[in-house]
């Protein structure tokens, strides 16, 4: 099931649009929700900007399937949204 919190928290850091906005407000930087997720969310960008590709066998969109199946079957807990977020900024980092 997804963590519907996480899931869209990788979407805002990812693309940019952190702090974001939720239904109970807006989530700040000083914000204990911030402040829980930021370490997670750092990593989970890290771990895509560093999902392995074969660069020999693969071109540049058939890495960044591989690495959008791989990241969506490591993170079952992230809907498909925020995996698209993570597969894009694999994309954006590898270009």
């Given at each position: 099931?997804?963590d519907?919190?996480l899931s869209r928290?990788?979407?805002?850091y990812?693309?940019?649009?952190?702090p974001?906005?939720?239904?109970?407000?807006v989530?700040t930087?000083?914000d204990?929700?911030a402040?829980?997720?930021l370490?997670r969310?750092?990593?989970?960008a890290?771990?895509?900007?560093h999902?392995?590709?074969?660069?020999?066998?693969n071109?540049?969109?058939s890495a960044?399937?591989?690495?959008?199946d791989?990241?969506?079957?490591a993170?079952?807990?992230?809907?498909?949204?925020?995996?698209r977020?993570?597969?894009?900024?694999?994309?954006?980092?590898?270009?």
């Amino acid at each position: 099931m997804a963590d519907r919190e996480l899931s869209r928290a990788v979407e805002a850091y990812l693309l940019r649009l952190w702090p974001y906005e939720r239904r109970e407000g807006v989530i700040t930087p000083g914000d204990d929700t911030a402040r829980r997720l930021l370490p997670r969310l750092k990593e989970l960008a890290d771990e895509a900007f560093h999902w392995p590709a074969d660069w020999q066998q693969n071109d540049e969109a058939s890495a960044s399937r591989t690495g959008d199946d791989g990241i969506a079957a490591a993170h079952p807990q992230l809907d498909r949204d925020a995996v698209r977020a993570l597969r894009a900024h694999f994309d954006f980092c590898h270009k």
